[in-house]
C-alpha cells in the first residue's frame, strides 16, 4: 500500500523525539517540519497541512508545560490527534438497518472503479449475513450487464431498469440493494441529470459518491460537484493499494465534509476496507488496530462452537481443531490486512509477494492434514501416535505430494499449540466471557503470555514492541475493544 510510505516517514519523525536528549522549540520546528513534508508529498492541501501545523504548535507550549509532564508523549498524541482531524469530516456516516431495505445508489465518474467497488460492497455485506443484491442501471457500457446479478437485455432505459429492479428486489425482502448507474468520462450535464432521474425513482436510502485516488487533493473539486447535484451521503475512495496522492484524496473528500465509509487497497474482491478515521491513523503509523482485528474474529462467531470451546477448558487440542482454525483464518481476509491490525506491524509488513507466501504455506500445510484420517485427526495428542508409528509420517507424505520433513515441522507447529493450549486449560476464568483482566489471576495470564511469546518468531516479537508489547496487546483484546488508542504500544515505543 502506497500510504505506508506515508505512514513510515510521519512515524520516523516522531521517533526521531526519542533520540533528542532534550526535547525543545528547535526539536519541535524539526519533527513538524518532516511530518508537514511527508503530508505535502502525498498530496495534500497546503491550507490543510499548515492549519496542521499551527494546530499542534498551539496544543504544545514548551515554555509553560510543567516539568513532570512528558513532553515526548504530548507532542506525539498532539500530531495524532491532528492527523485523525485531517481525515475525519466530523459527519456521521450512514448505516444499513439490519432486517429492512437498504438501497444504495453509486454514482462516479467512469475509470473510478465504481462498478468493482459495487460487487465488492455485495460481498462484504454477504459474508456478514446480509441478503444482498446487484442491479445494473449503467446501459452506456453493454460490457457492464454481464458483471451484475440483475441487468436487462431489452430494456435501455436505465430509470426503468433501477425503478424495477429495485421494487422487485423489496418485494423478496432484501436487505442490501445496490444500484449501479452509467459513469462518463468527464462531469458532464447529461450524467447528472440521468443521475437525478435513477435517484427520484428509486429513492436511495444512500447516495454513494465512488472517487479514485489518484487524483489526489482534486478529490475536492469533483467530489463538491457531485454533492451540488445529488445529495451524496457517502463516499468510497479507491486504488489506495498503487498511488502516493491516497493521503491527499482522503483530506480532499473530509474537506467536503462527506463521510468516507469504505476504501479500496487492491483489485482482489475482499480488498475492500471500513473507514475509521482514528483506526485508519493508527494503522497508518504502524499502531495496530485492535477493535477492528476484534470485529474479524468475532465475525468468525467461534463462540458459537460449543465442542471447541468445552475442548480448551479441559486444555485438549487436536490436528482436526488446527486444521479447523487455519480455515478461520482463511475467512478473515488478506494477510496483509490482518497484520496490518496488529500493533507494531505496518500496512506494509507483509509484502503481496510474502503474503500469497504465506497462503500458500498455509495450504500446504491444510493439504497435509487433508491427508490423514480421523483417527490422526482426531487423537488428543496426535503427534504422539506418529512418533510411535513413523510410517504414518511416510504415508501423509506420500498422499500429499510432499517431503517427510514438511509433515514433521507441520507435527511440530501442532505440538506447540497443544502445549499452550494445555497451559490454558489450566486458567480458571480465562473462557469466562466478559473482561478476563476481571476473570484471570495476572500471574497466570503472565505465564501464558510467555508461553506465546516462546512459540512466535521473534522477528514478529521484536516488531510488536517485545514481551511488553505482546502483554499490551493482550490486555487490549481481555478487554474486549481498544477505545483508548493513547495507550497503544506504537507511541510507548517511539
Not at 513532553?71 to 485523525?84: N, T, Y
Not at 453493454?142 to 429492479?165: H, L, N, Q, R, W
Not at 502516493?244 to 468516507?260: D, E, H, M, N, R
Not at 506491524?345 to 507483509?350: I, K, L
Amino acid at each position: 500500500m502506497v500510504l505506508a510510505d506515508l505512514g513510515r516517514k510521519i512515524t520516523s519523525a516522531l521517533r526521531s523525539l526519542s533520540n533528542a536528549t532534550i526535547i525543545n522549540e528547535e526539536v519541535l520546528n524539526a519533527m513538524l517540519k518532516e511530518v508537514c513534508a511527508a503530508l505535502l508529498e502525498a498530496d495534500v492541501n497546503i491550507k490543510l497541512v499548515k492549519q496542521l501545523r499551527e494546530n499542534v504548535k498551539s496544543a504544545i507550549d514548551l515554555e509553560e508545560m510543567a516539568s513532570g509532564l512528558n513532553k515526548r508523549r504530548m507532542i506525539q498524541h498532539s500530531v495524532f490527534k491532528e492527523l485523525v482531524k485531517l481525515v475525519d469530516p466530523g459527519v456521521k456516516a450512514w448505516t444499513p438497518t439490519k432486517g429492512k431495505n437498504n438501497v444504495l445508489m453509486f454514482v462516479g465518474l467512469q475509470g473510478s472503479g465504481k462498478t468493482t467497488t459495487c460487487s465488492k460492497l455485495a460481498y462484504y455485506y454477504q459474508r456478514k449475513g446480509w441478503k444482498t443484491c446487484l442491479i445494473c442501471a449503467d446501459t452506456f457500457r453493454a460490457g457492464e450487464y454481464t458483471k451484475f446479478v440483475i441487468s436487462s437485455y431489452t430494456e435501455m432505459d436505465p430509470v426503468v431498469i433501477a425503478a424495477e429492479g429495485v421494487e422487485k428486489f423489496k418485494n423478496e425482502s432484501f436487505e442490501i440493494i445496490i444500484v449501479d448507474t452509467s459513469g462518463r468520462h468527464k462531469q458532464e450535464d447529461s450524467l447528472f441529470e440521468e443521475m437525478l432521474q435513477v435517484s427520484n425513482a428509486v429513492q436511495p436510502d444512500n447516495i454513494v459518491y465512488v472517487m479514485d485516488a489518484s487524483i489526489g487533493q482534486v478529490c475536492e473539486a469533483q467530489a463538491k460537484a457531485f454533492k451540488d447535484k445529488v445529495e451524496v451521503s457517502s463516499v468510497i475512495v479507491t486504488k489506495l493499494d498503487g498511488h502516493a496522492k491516497g493521503g491527499g484524496a482522503l483530506s480532499a473528500v473530509a474537506a467536503t465534509k462527506s463521510p468516507i465509509i469504505f476504501i479500496g487497497t487492491g483489485e482482489h474482491i475482499d480488498d475492500l476496507e471500513p473507514f475509521k478515521t482514528q483506526p485508519f491513523i493508527s494503522k497508518l503509523l504502524g499502531m495496530g488496530d485492535i477493535e477492528g482485528l476484534i470485529d474479524k474474529v468475532n465475525e468468525l462467531k467461534l463462540d458459537d462452537n460449543e465442542e471447541l470451546i468445552d475442548k480448551l477448558k479441559h486444555g485438549q487440542f487436536t490436528l482436526r481443531d488446527m486444521y479447523e482454525q487455519f480455515q478461520n483464518i482463511m475467512k478473515m481476509g488478506p494477510f496483509g490486512q490482518i497484520m496490518g491490525m496488529i500493533p507494531g506491524f505496518g500496512t506494509d509488513f507483509m509484502s503481496k509477494g510474502n503474503e500469497q507466501e504465506s497462503m500458500a504455506r498455509l495450504k500446504k500445510l491444510m493439504t497435509i492434514m487433508d491427508s490423514m484420517n480421523d483417527q490422526e485427526l482426531d487423537n488428543k495428542d496426535g503427534a504422539k501416535l506418529f512418533t510411535k508409528q513413523p510410517n504414518r509420517i511416510a504415508r501423509v507424505a506420500r498422499g500429499s505430494g510432499v517431503a517427510t520433513r514438511d509433515v514433521q515441522e507441520l507435527l511440530t507447529q501442532y505440538t506447540k499449540f497443544a502445549q499452550m493450549v494445555k497451559k490454558m486449560g489450566g486458567i480458571k476464568g480465562l473462557f469466562k466471557g466478559g473482561d478476563m483482566s476481571k476473570n484471570v489471576n495476572p500471574s497466570q495470564m503472565a505465564k501464558l503470555n510467555q508461553q506465546m511469546a516462546k512459540m512466535m518468531d521473534p522477528r514478529v516479537l521484536h516488531h510488536m514492541g517485545g514481551m511488553a508489547g505482546l502483554q499490551s496487546m493482550m490486555r487490549q483484546f481481555q478487554q474486549g475493544a481498544a477505545g483508548n488508542m493513547k495507550g497503544m504500544m506504537g507511541f510507548n515505543n517511539m
